[in-house]
């Protein structure tokens, strides 16, 4: 049966993907979506997904930097980014906890982790991480997720000083995926900042 | 000034916004000349997706980051001429963007029903000689831009606005990494990105 979802449904369905439940609510129970209407999610669940997505990003630098994949040269640079992410989750959290909502502040679970890569489609894999360039690329394709929660998020928040630790956030991640694909291709400046305008990728609810 | 990338995907999207860029262009080249007296020609109107048009009250915040725009278009029309060829393709692409940022701008100050600020004869920019200078200059007036932008983006409405707007700005975020990388300083300074770091 073909169902349409609401923004507030698609945000619900991947936070209980990701094992969430005290967030999904009533509205989890959507089954296929293919398009999004107008309703617009409360601020904690959009905080959650953005809270969701931080620990994702934890879990994958750490499983990046554990593969033994990367050069010496360039594992100071992957540390560096995943302390910027454990900062990120820990200031979510803290607007998460301050609504008085759950705030998990450890890394994502490794199957929750991938079961969000399978349902956005992000290709790479969190366990098979065979070299430098697999890492990078999966590194690459989740801040282009990470950008994304954000950039919608800055459209259904309201608490202006919400609206400015997203953007705050979303412009690290941003950096962050210009000196990853800037360590790809060194001195293409093109592919490091191929867009004028930086969006990510959206999130997609799992199973649809 | 505009350097056409030769990269296949992102360039193929680059050169839509060349496309409209090309006037640009010549509008920040002519910033150049107006010393001299000739007046500035005005940017043209950045294409944009439908979206609901910005609240009237915030036209004054808009044009504020358009200048801001306008002088970052000047200082890299400027300078990229300066920059060591390492990073002179660097100078075009990001003065290609800001041309951007500007005709976005634009457009959404009309949607709104305002008059979008035109650029000033000229710009106090100082006098860099060096290829260095200019990073340092360039580096300046982008961090200016994000501390600009997260200063506006809370106040704009509705949210499909700020949306457009939070995509320039994290733009100029990775110019600045670029940028500071450039000059050998940490690329991504801090987890929450403030524009005075």
């Not at chain 1, 394709?141 to 000083?161: K, Q, R, W």
């Not at chain 1, 690290?172 to 093109?190: D, F, N, R």
């Not at chain 2, 200082?75 to 692409?93: E, F, M, N, R």
């Given at each position: 049966?073909?169902?349409?979802?609401?923004?507030?449904?698609?945000?619900?369905?991947?936070?209980?993907?990701?094992?969430f439940?005290?967030?999904?609510?009533?509205?989890?129970?959507?089954?296929?979506?293919?398009?999004?209407?107008?309703?617009?999610?409360?601020?904690?669940?959009?905080?959650?997904?953005?809270?969701?997505?931080?620990?994702?990003?934890?879990?994958?630098?750490?499983?990046?930097l554990?593969?033994?994949?990367l050069?010496?040269?360039?594992?100071?640079?992957?540390?560096?980014?995943?302390?910027?992410?454990?900062?990120?989750?820990?200031?979510?959290?803290?607007?998460?906890?301050?609504?008085?909502?759950?705030?998990?502040?450890?890394?994502?679970?490794?199957?929750?982790?991938?079961?969000?890569?399978?349902?956005?489609?992000?290709?790479?894999?969190?366990?098979?991480i065979?070299?430098?360039?697999?890492?990078?690329?999966?590194?690459?394709?989740?801040?282009?997720?990470?950008?994304?929660?954000?950039?919608?998020?800055?459209?259904?928040?309201?608490?202006?000083?919400?609206?400015?630790?997203?953007?705050?956030?979303?412009?690290?991640?941003?950096?962050?995926?210009?000196?990853?694909?800037?360590?790809?291709?060194?001195?293409?400046?093109?592919?490091?900042?191929?867009?004028?305008?930086?969006?990510?990728?959206?999130?997609?609810?799992?199973?649809? | 000034?505009?350097?056409?990338?030769?990269?296949?995907?992102?360039?193929?999207?680059?050169?839509?916004?060349?496309?409209a860029?090309?006037?640009l262009?010549?509008?920040?080249?002519?910033?150049?000349?107006?010393?001299?007296?000739?007046?500035?020609?005005?940017?043209?109107?950045?294409?944009?997706?439908?979206?609901?048009?910005?609240?009237s009250?915030?036209?004054?915040?808009?044009?504020?980051?358009?200048?801001?725009?306008?002088?970052?278009?000047?200082?890299y029309?400027?300078?990229?001429?300066l920059?060591?060829?390492?990073?002179t393709?660097?100078?075009?692409?990001?003065l290609?963007?800001?041309?951007?940022?500007?005709?976005?701008?634009?457009?959404?100050?009309?949607?709104?029903?305002?008059?979008p600020?035109?650029?000033?004869?000229?710009?106090d920019?100082?006098?860099?000689?060096?290829?260095?200078?200019?990073?340092?200059?360039?580096?300046?007036?982008?961090?200016?831009?994000?501390?600009?932008?997260?200063?506006?983006?809370?106040?704009?409405?509705?949210?499909?606005?700020?949306?457009?707007?939070?995509?320039?700005?994290?733009?100029?975020?990775?110019?600045?990494?670029?940028?500071?990388?450039?000059?050998?300083?940490?690329?991504?300074?801090?987890a929450?990105?403030?524009?005075?770091?």
């Amino acid at each position: 049966m073909k169902a349409t979802a609401t923004r507030r449904e698609v945000i619900a369905g991947s936070l209980a993907a990701a094992g969430f439940a005290a967030f999904a609510g009533p509205a989890a129970a959507a089954t296929t979506t293919t398009t999004t209407t107008a309703s617009v999610p409360s601020e904690t669940e959009v905080l959650a997904l953005m809270l969701t997505l931080e620990r994702l990003m934890v879990l994958a630098y750490r499983r990046v930097l554990a593969s033994g994949t990367l050069e010496p040269s360039v594992q100071p640079t992957v540390t560096v980014q995943l302390d910027h992410e454990v900062q990120h989750v820990a200031a979510v959290a803290a607007r998460l906890t301050a609504l008085g909502q759950p705030a998990p502040t450890g890394q994502l679970d490794l199957a929750s982790g991938q079961a969000l890569l399978a349902h956005n489609k992000v290709s790479g894999s969190l366990t098979h991480i065979s070299d430098q360039r697999d890492a990078l690329r999966l590194l690459v394709n989740l801040e282009s997720l990470a950008e994304g929660v954000h950039y919608a998020a800055i459209m259904d928040l309201s608490t202006p000083s919400l609206i400015r630790l997203s953007a705050q956030i979303m412009s690290c991640e941003a950096q962050h995926w210009t000196v990853l694909s800037g360590i790809q291709h060194p001195g293409q400046y093109v592919k490091a900042v191929p867009w004028p305008f930086v969006q990510g990728n959206h999130v997609t609810i799992p199973g649809g | 000034v505009v350097t056409e990338p030769t990269d296949a995907e992102p360039a193929s999207r680059r050169r839509l916004l060349s496309a409209a860029g090309a006037g640009l262009a010549g509008a920040a080249a002519t910033l150049l000349v107006t010393g001299c007296g000739q007046a500035a020609k005005p940017l043209p109107e950045q294409k944009l997706s439908p979206t609901s048009p910005a609240a009237s009250a915030d036209i004054d915040v808009l044009n504020h980051l358009l200048d801001l725009e306008h002088v970052a278009i000047s200082a890299y029309t400027a300078g990229t001429p300066l920059l060591v060829p390492d990073v002179t393709k660097a100078g075009s692409l990001f003065l290609n963007d800001e041309l951007g940022h500007a005709g976005q701008l634009i457009g959404l100050i009309k949607q709104a029903g305002g008059l979008p600020n035109k650029p000033a004869p000229s710009y106090d920019l100082g006098h860099p000689q060096t290829s260095k200078d200019v990073l340092e200059l360039l580096h300046e007036l982008e961090r200016q831009q994000l501390a600009a932008y997260l200063e506006a983006i809370p106040q704009l409405a509705p949210g499909m606005v700020r949306q457009q707007v939070v995509a320039v700005m994290a733009n100029d975020a990775q110019h600045v990494s670029v940028l500071r990388a450039s000059l050998g300083l940490s690329p991504v300074p801090s987890a929450l990105v403030t524009g005075r770091e």
